[in-house]
């Protein structure tokens, strides 16, 4: 059952305009940006939120209409999910965020975990992804093992957590143009959240048991980028997601490591935009 009073307030943010989604009882948070151009639809990684995307979306506003959202369970999205958590029942509601914001289809573009949501309902509702970014993303073929240590620590010592995260965080923090302990809270309070720990054991269990996907059956077109130094998701996995995809195409971002689409948004946004403003031949 739903308990709607115990979900998040909405927060106030400086860099997009924040609003809730209803999904069949479930309150999703999205942070859109842009009001013309082609549509792009953002997911964040594991444990992470719509923030990850900040300095891609400062660099891609103009050019695109964009709604960055925070994954069931994330962000300052609802604790209390009305339907599994599989990567399925992701997808699923992923189509559902799509028909809420009244996009018939959108570009898509996932990072870490995010990128196997992408490919999920890249497969389950073809028509709905023009064209598909994933950035250091997961392979959604392979059962994932997704750890919470970390984040009860977080939970239990926020103050042990605000420090890590403004570590982490410092070349995102220049990169962005903002003070690291900005980006710091924009990860952590969401951590705080009542009912974070219980999700978290629900998630964990029931993510195991996705189903496998087949990314030969991927039809929109791809762009995998996958960061050389990455040490979360291993550059042999970026690229044999992007080998499996068919007409896939790889670009390998020496230097760079799994936060990527954080540490270094120009980059990741110039290819972004190549990709998905190029005219089809």
Partial sequence: M????????????????????????????????GDHGPRLLLLHGYAS???AWRGVIDRLDGQFQMAAVDAVGFGWSTRYPTRPLTGDAYAERLAAVLDALGWP???????????????????????????LVLVATVDA??????????????????????IAVWRAQRIA??????????????????????????????????HATSSHLDLGRIAAPTLVIGPLEDRVVLPEITRSVAARIPGARYVGLPGAGHSVAAEAPSAVADLMADFLLEVPR
């Fill in 2 to 33: 739903t308990e709607p009073h115990r979900d998040p307030p909405l927060p106030h943010l400086s860099w997009g305009g924040s609003r809730y989604l209803d999904l069949g009882g479930e309150r999703v948070h999205v942070v859109e940006r």
């Fill in 49 to 51: 939120n719509a923030q």
């Fill in 105 to 131: 289809s959108a570009h898509v573009a996932g990072q870490s975990w995010g990128g196997g949501l992408a490919q999920r309902l890249a497969v389950a509702h073809p028509q709905r992804v023009d064209r």
């Fill in 141 to 162: 073929s392979r059962t994932l093992w997704l750890g919470t240590a970390g984040l009860r620590l977080g939970i239990r010592f926020p103050w042990l957590a605000r």
């Fill in 173 to 206: 923090a220049r990169a962005a143009g903002v003070r690291a302990g900005e980006l710091a809270r924009g990860y952590v309070e969401p951590l705080r959240l009542a009912g974070t720990e219980a999700f978290l054991d629900r998630f964990v269990a029931e």
